[in-house]
């Protein structure tokens, strides 16, 4: 089998929902993002054997397919819609690797997209005859007493882990301020709507935790990362093509998602890193580079600990925290600030996401 190559990635700015990109439905959000992919990989639409997109909150049908239309792609591709929440992101990659492993396809777009803005409500029926009722989670499990709400599970984790909530706000102060350090523009953001940079990120100080409403427990407003709109997506090749088109890419090693305690879902990842470097016959000292989710600073905090990762390598430009979190769309912004990190400096990097329901994805890049 051959190996896939990630030739391109680019992202939208992620802006917090109703905010600049809540005018936009899905495909207006990923237009632009595939437009300047494609012209990065210098990669024509007739070539795109497929294209492969998380979704978490939109209306349903084939969100992938109304994508590749809309961005002018021949009426053959005909688009996978996935939905893991927020793990689709990776996923999505993973799908477009073993396709284009077995030889399915030469080029394949991955990525996922999220309007939180735009997203449609959604009502319970009851076969009683009550009326429907509106509900904002969907179930993740069958067993309501193991289904928590995530923020729930989040304190849950940071009480059995031990991390305390100063820790957890000092880590979003840190991911702010390496947001707000990162040099602009940078190379992964495409303009979209106008907006040009991630507006949420802001000097976050103590005193500001401290006054943060608190959601449940020790997360607040502060320490877990707000609903988002916002699309990545990256163009994946077969190692023939890349070598044919002289183009320039990192490799993808390997990856995995496991399934984890679905009370406990801010651990999966751990299992799912453990995994991936095992079978790369990878430490977690030989990675250069490491994008890790930030749905809630504990998570992140328990996932770069249980997996002995160093903290200088996690997330150096600031994460979710410091942006926002469009569900969808997040693992696919993780490898893609996983591919421009690698560019500049070559070895290894990981990204890695939690997910409701008790699941871990983690994703293995390489460059040279």
Not at 186 to 195: D, F, M, Q, Y
Not at 284 to 301: G, R, T, Y
Not at 320 to 340: K, Q, Y
């Amino acid at each position: 089998m051959t190996r896939s190559v990630i030739v391109a990635a680019r992202r939208s700015p992620v802006a917090p929902r109703g905010g600049a990109l809540s005018r936009l439905e899905m495909h207006e959000l990923a237009r632009p993002v595939l437009e300047t992919l494609l012209r990065d990989a210098t990669i024509h639409p007739d070539e795109v054997g497929e294209i492969v997109v998380s979704n978490a909150l939109g209306a349903g049908g084939n969100p992938a397919r109304v994508i590749a239309l809309a961005a002018g792609w021949p009426d053959r591709v005909g688009g996978l819609s996935i939905d893991r929440q927020c793990a689709g992101g990776l996923d999505a990659i993973l799908l477009a690797d073993a396709m284009i492993r077995a030889g399915q396809h030469e080029i394949v777009v991955a990525g996922g997209v999220e309007s939180y803005s735009r997203r449609p409500l959604r009502y319970r029926t009851h076969p009683d005859g009550r009326a429907p009722e509106q509900y904002e989670q969907a179930r993740f499990t069958p067993w309501a007493d193991r289904d928590p709400d995530m923020a729930v599970a989040a304190d849950a984790l940071g009480r059995r882990e031990g991390i305390r909530r100063d820790e957890q706000d000092l880590w979003a102060i840190a991911s702010h301020a390496k947001a707000l350090a990162a040099p602009p523009p940078l190379p992964e953001l495409v303009t979209v709507a106008g907006l040009d940079h991630d507006p949420f990120s802001r000097a976050l100080t103590p005193a500001h935790c401290r006054r943060a409403p608190k959601v449940c427990g020790d997360i607040t407003a502060a320490n877990m990362a707000v609903a988002a709109d916002g699309a990545a997506f990256v163009l994946m090749a077969s190692e023939r093509l890349v070598r044919e088109k002289a183009l320039r890419g990192v490799q993808i090693l390997g990856g995995c998602t496991l399934g984890g305690s679905p009370d406990m879902p801010g651990l999966a990842p751990v299992n799912a890193i453990n995994r991936t470097l095992q079978a790369a016959n990878l430490r977690p000292a030989d990675l250069q580079h490491a994008e890790i989710m930030e749905a809630f600073a504990v998570q992140a905090i328990a996932c770069q600990r249980g997996a002995g990762l160093s903290p200088h390598l996690v997330n150096p430009q600031g994460g979710a925290l410091a942006r926002g979190h469009p569900v969808g769309a997040s693992g696919t912004i993780l490898a893609t600030r996983l591919f421009h990190a690698l560019h500049e400096v070559p070895g290894h990097g990981l990204a890695a996401i939690a997910s409701a329901g008790g699941l871990g994805t983690a994703l293995l890049l390489q460059s040279n």
